[in-house]
């Protein structure tokens, strides 16, 4: 008699919001399969990791819980790595952790049926990686949307762009646009499940271009900024090189694209942004910042800094410091240069100490977080629409976004609280440097 093999998986997914959104394509499609998701590694006789390769820590991360688990490979559980990592290390893997069975890029879930069957039939080693070029990508019909508030929707895969640090074009392979059609329609049926807010990903969306009717990004958000049902569409990441000024005029134009834009600059000198190949100069970048506050409504502004690139000398750290206090950020996301296995970057002569790279992080962060208890405050007293995300009863708190992607948390004293994509009006009360208190005023 031959016995069901125990269908259990579970995922866990590290780095971007790309990945969150490649998880879910995974976990609709495994589900088709007969798989059950479950909660922990213990329970599952498969276990995925959906990984991320940007920074080394994050790689070093999955290879730190594969060890962590290893043991249980003698219960007879299989492992299977997926994403940026598998992509980038091909079968390294086995060697690095012979335990695996499965290293699979993301875009290869489309092939994981047939790549489960292999490894239920006994076979040990299985690698299947991407080969991204084809429209298939975007397959969407297996997607189990695991946000209960918020639709991703890939448009753009893949990146030209090879700043010199950076290992996503080659793990993420070339860049490819998917047809507005499509993206529409994917819109439209996830409007009908519910959803009001929508993501729409890509490592560059700026660059998007309709293969088949021509629209460019502006027309793009434009069009489903105008569906029936959506109140709110967000959008990432910007490149400054593409950012256009219809974009600015698009959000101006169509009050569901909500009033935030990440624009990752990288650093403020002129000289790092030459060596990162970020194909502009500080002026270019603050022209677009220009745009973005001349707007009508006051769009908020994040970014990405790169602190201690190879090089970078004080000065060039002055310079960052400066365009900080220039732009004023509602929002900053930093990091330590990390060498990147394939990146030109690594060529390049690096003699900035930890400590120094260290030191200068703390300078920024604390500059920063003045920069934000500052533009935060300025919230004291506002009545704004909020999305409802979660309920912390403990704290007495429902946490809520706002349209600039805010932190709002409200005070909820009853037991029940409002369903995650509520909508909410509040006024805030008070400020921190990383999120608004505010207390409820009528729902809409
Ligand atoms: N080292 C440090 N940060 C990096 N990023 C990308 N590659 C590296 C690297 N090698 C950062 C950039 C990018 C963000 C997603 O990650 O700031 O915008
Ligand atoms: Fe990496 Fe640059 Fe492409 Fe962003 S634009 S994904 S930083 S290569």
Redesign the pocket.
Known sequence: MTTVPDKTFYLETFG?QMNAHDSEKVIGTLEREGYRRVESEEEASLILYNTCS??DKAEQKVFHRLNDYKFMRKKGKRFAVLGCVAQQEGENIFSRAPYVSLVSGSASYRKLPEMLARLEAGEERITGLDDRQSEETFDTDATNRQNPYRGYITIIEGCDKF?T????PFTRGKERSRSSSSVLDEARRIADQGYTEIQLLGQNVNSYLDPEEKKNFAELLAAVGQLQGIRRVRFM?SHPKDFTRDIVEAIDAYPTLCDQVHL?V?SGSARVLKAMAREYTPEWYLERIAWIKAARRKISIST???VGFPGETAEDFVQTMELLGQVEYDCV?S??????PN?P?LALIDTLSEAETDKRLQVLLDRQREIQRINYSKHIGELMEVMVEGHNPVRAQISTRSSQNKTVNVTWSQPIAPAPGTYLQVRITAAHPNSLIGVVESSI
């Open positions: 971007c940007v920074r700043c640090y950076c290992v996503v990441t990752p990288q990405d800094i790169i996301f990091f330590k240069y990390s060498p990147r990146t970057a």
